[in-house]
């Protein structure tokens, strides 16, 4: 059974700087879609990034710039490092992991941008 755990969320100050991360048990980030989405109050859930292999990873256009996407297939751990920080970055953010056709989520981490 394949179980993601996120973690890593909590409250910044605008400009600072999270680093999300996403334990996998049962299946790996090796090989598969691993992404990163978030979901604000009243909004629908959002595409952050995902990373594919070896290929060049992709983001919204939203986090161009200040977010990235990476993994250590060793702890096979997906990250998010999240700087410069916005208000509107607000959100739960949820890790994906797409493999053999099948989707599975994280529970979800709060990250609050405030202050």
């Known amino acids: 059974q394949v179980q993601l755990t996120e973690s890593g969320g909590g409250l910044v100050q605008p400009g600072g700087s999270l680093r999300l991360s996403c334990a996998a048990s049962?299946?790996?980030?090796?090989?598969?879609?691993g992404g990163w989405f978030r979901q604000a109050p009243g909004k629908q859930r959002e595409f952050v990034a995902h990373i594919i292999g070896s290929l060049t990873p992709l983001y919204g256009d939203s986090v161009k710039g200040r977010f990235t996407i990476s993994r250590d297939n060793a702890k096979n751990t997906m990250y998010l490092q999240m700087n410069v920080l916005k208000p509107e970055d607000t959100a739960v953010y949820y890790c994906?992991?797409?493999?053999?056709?099948?989707?599975?989520w994280g529970q979800g981490t709060q990250v609050t941008v405030s202050s």
């Open positions: 994906k992991l797409v493999t053999n056709g099948n989707v599975y």
């Open positions: 049962g299946s790996m980030f090796s090989g598969n879609v």
